[in-house]
Nanobody, 123 residues
Framework: QVRLVESGGGLVQAGGSLMLSCVVS????????MGWFRQTPGKEREFVAA????????AYADSAKGRFTLSRDNAGNTVYLHMTTLKPEDTAVYYC????????????????WGQGTQVTVSS
């Protein structure tokens, strides 16, 4: 089965940076279409970014544009979310997920999920 494991979360002051990682293992394609989502208590899971399997181009939510960068390693089994100029509003549990089909910004389009990693940004 497919397993996704996130890491890299932590506590950072506003304006700081973090690098999140998602390691993909199990029986899957070499360079899967992957997405990052985040969720805070009482709110719907929110799209952050996604990376295509075909050409590794990335798409970002408006809240992430200009601050976050999504990338993949050469082997294709790890995806990264580099977050800069962090704001308290970025505080959330961040999840990576493997795309199945549908709109990339819709959480229902993904069928495998990691356990999440907590990001806390202090003011």
């Amino acid at each position: 089965q497919v397993r996704l494991v996130e890491s890299g979360g932590g506590l950072v002051q506003a304006g700081g940076s973090l690098m999140l990682s998602c390691v993909v293992s199990g029986r899957t394609v070499r360079r899967p279409f992957m997405g990052w989502f985040r969720q805070t208590p009482g709110k719907e899971r929110e799209f952050v970014a996604a990376i295509r399997s075909t050409d590794d181009t990335a798409a970002y939510a408006d809240s992430a544009k200009g601050r976050f960068t999504l990338s993949r390693d050469n082997a294709g089994n790890t995806v990264y979310l580099h977050m800069t100029t962090l704001k308290p509003e970025d505080t959330a549990v961040y999840y990576c997920a493997m795309y199945r089909y549908g709109a990339a910004a819709d959480w229902k389009s993904y069928d495998y999920w990691g356990q999440g990693t907590q990001v806390t940004v202090s003011s």
